[in-house]
């Protein structure tokens, strides 16, 4: 079957990922349009292993854990010169994976229960949390957006939870634009500026890219309303809806440094929108 090999080569935001095992490795759909083989060396390796690992996490520091009142979702530790990571399934709260990543954030041991004799290493949330430090090793960051191309400008929309943009996603589509992807992106630094990329989700979608050309930070209004942000303020708000663990310095500073050239580079706008075909216009008239 394509989704079970005891190899897989992966290239998301033209990052070349290798996954590797003794025994079948089972993807998720959603990662299928992103296999392609790799001629050099990958830029992230993933060791796969079934079962788990002899050690623990006991005599180690936790450094950070992701959870809400009603799940957990990963724990992580310092281990040696790198990071543990202590993944727990979404609907049990049971552990799902064990994860060590190197000082470099180039190379993954991940253990997982084999079921069937075959092992899914990048079920959510491994998937996604392999993704966000993949980032770090390159001038990237992963997203909470959307992003529309219209076949010349690339716009990208990101706000809190309910801000509207799945809704802004539907709007430009049905005006016309490709929508690169409506909740999880990755923009990548080129050489000319910068690019942003969806990423494998639930759901097969080929790999897509556009140029970054604006960011709208968006909220539901009675009327449509623009302001151009600029400096600290444009860089703090874009940077609250980067996907990121705020428990290294190093990681921070790396941070701002992007949102810093994004801002600098790209016009970041608050915008309030009425959810209808006008806010299409509103946009394209305010940049021209």
């Given at each position: 079957m394509?989704?079970?090999?005891?190899?897989?080569?992966?290239?998301?935001?033209?990052?070349?990922?290798?996954l590797?095992?003794?025994?079948?490795?089972?993807?998720?759909?959603?990662?299928?349009?992103?296999?392609?083989?790799?001629?050099?060396?990958?830029?992230?390796?993933?060791?796969?292993?079934?079962?788990?690992?002899?050690?623990?996490?006991?005599?180690?520091?936790?450094?950070?854990?992701?959870?809400?009142?009603?799940?957990?979702?990963?724990?992580?530790?310092?281990?040696?010169?790198?990071?543990?990571?202590?993944?727990?399934?979404?609907?049990?709260?049971?552990?799902?994976?064990?994860?060590?990543?190197?000082?470099?954030?180039?190379?993954?041991?991940?253990?997982?229960?084999?079921?069937?004799?075959?092992?899914?290493?990048?079920?959510?949330?491994?998937?996604?949390?392999?993704?966000?430090?993949?980032?770090?090793?390159?001038?990237?960051?992963?997203?909470?957006?959307?992003?529309?191309?219209?076949?010349?400008?690339?716009?990208?929309?990101?706000?809190?939870?309910?801000?509207?943009?799945?809704t802004?996603?539907?709007?430009?589509?049905?005006?016309?634009?490709?929508?690169?992807?409506?909740?999880?992106l990755?923009?990548?630094?080129?050489?000319?500026?910068?690019?942003?990329?969806?990423?494998?989700?639930?759901?097969?979608?080929m790999p897509?890219?556009a140029?970054?050309?604006?960011?709208?930070?968006?909220?539901?209004?009675?009327?449509n309303?623009?302001?151009?942000?600029?400096?600290?303020?444009?860089?703090?708000?874009?940077?609250?809806?980067?996907?990121q663990?705020?428990?290294?310095?190093?990681?921070?500073?790396?941070?701002?440094?992007?949102?810093?050239?994004?801002?600098?580079?790209v016009?970041?706008?608050?915008?309030?929108?009425?959810?209808?075909?006008?806010?299409?216009q509103?946009?394209?008239a305010?940049?021209?």
């Amino acid at each position: 079957m394509e989704n079970q090999q005891k190899t897989f080569s992966l290239s998301i935001a033209d990052f070349a990922i290798q996954l590797h095992s003794e025994t079948l490795i089972e993807l998720e759909d959603g990662y299928l349009p992103f296999l392609k083989n790799i001629v050099n060396k990958p830029d992230i390796d993933i060791e796969c292993m079934a079962g788990w690992p002899e050690f623990s996490f006991d005599e180690t520091q936790k450094v950070f854990e992701a959870k809400n009142e009603a799940q957990k979702f990963y724990t992580i530790y310092s281990i040696n010169s790198g990071l543990g990571f202590v993944i727990y399934n979404q609907q049990s709260n049971e552990i799902q994976q064990i994860a060590l990543l190197n000082e470099h954030f180039t190379h993954w041991k991940v253990y997982s229960e084999a079921i069937e004799n075959r092992i899914m290493p990048l079920k959510y949330p491994m998937g996604p949390i392999i993704m966000h430090y993949m980032t770090l090793t390159s001038d990237a960051v992963m997203m909470h957006a959307s992003c529309a191309f219209d076949g010349e400008k690339g716009r990208m929309f990101s706000g809190f939870s309910g801000a509207g943009k799945s809704t802004m996603s539907m709007i430009w589509s049905e005006a016309g634009s490709q929508i690169i992807n409506d909740d999880r992106l990755i923009i990548r630094k080129t050489d000319t500026g910068f690019n942003v990329h969806n990423t494998p989700m639930y759901y097969k979608d080929m790999p897509k890219v556009a140029p970054l050309s604006a960011v709208y930070l968006i909220s539901h209004s009675p009327e449509n309303k623009i302001k151009k942000l600029s400096g600290a303020i444009a860089v703090t708000r874009v940077m609250a809806f980067c996907i990121q663990n705020n428990f290294d310095k190093q990681f921070i500073q790396k941070r701002l440094g992007i949102f810093t050239e994004i801002s600098m580079q790209v016009p970041v706008y608050d915008l309030g929108f009425v959810p209808n075909q006008s806010v299409v216009q509103f946009i394209k008239a305010h940049e021209a």
